[in-house]
């Protein structure tokens, strides 16, 4: 007969785990990186300082992988089979990672606190370079199916749409609402298509 052994400890509890991100992305939003305890965070999340330093080595870590988590979406550039549905996924998915999830409100802490926190600003570029790496595919396969003009530079498109998003959001505050969405695709293939 084969024994087999369990691994000493109980499982990790996917609630503690959502709970302690959501309590370390609203303290962050609410008093910055410098402001943020792990207590706080404990105390916020419903569990033990261990709970938290089993998973994390420290504040900058447990800020980091809440914001990977928050960003997380689709890694597969959406084909909806046209250019223009494709624009309007990429447009759609970032106004709604801004406006319904808790990263909205720390994106503006979060720009701030990289020029000072290195492992932010690398964990920052490389969630940046995850999203425009879906945006060059959908803008290189424009490029092919003959929608966006062949000396189009990829990068200068996602900068394009994307720049208005984040003015709106972290500027002026005007709405991020279906007319300005559509807009915002729209200029982009009158600017950029053939």
Do not use: C, W
């Not at 060059?136 to 720049?163: M, Q, T």
């Amino acid at each position: 007969m084969i024994e087999t052994r369990r691994s000493p400890g109980r499982p990790r509890s996917t609630e503690a785990d959502e709970a302690i991100l959501v309590a370390a992305v609203e303290l962050f939003a609410e008093v910055g990186l410098e402001g943020l305890t792990v207590e706080e965070v404990a105390a916020r999340a419903g569990v033990g300082k261990a709970t938290i330093y089993r998973r994390y080595q420290g504040k900058v870590d447990l800020v980091i992988a809440a914001v990977r988590h928050f960003t997380e979406g689709p890694v597969e550039a959406p084909d909806t089979g046209a250019t223009r549905g494709d624009l309007r996924e990429l447009v759609d998915g970032l106004v709604r990672l801004l406006t319904t999830t808790p990263l909205g409100r720390v994106l503006p802490i979060l720009v701030a606190a990289r020029t000072r926190v290195p492992e932010l600003d690398l964990a920052y570029t490389e969630i940046v370079a995850g999203k425009r790496a879906r945006s060059a595919v959908v803008i290189r396969r424009a490029i092919e199916r003959g929608d966006l003009r062949a000396d189009a530079d990829p990068e200068l498109v996602a900068d394009f749409y994307v720049s208005p998003i984040f003015y709106r959001f972290l500027i002026t505050n005007a709405p991020l609402d279906e007319a300005f969405a559509a807009a915002i695709v729209d200029t982009t293939l009158r600017a950029f298509g053939t």
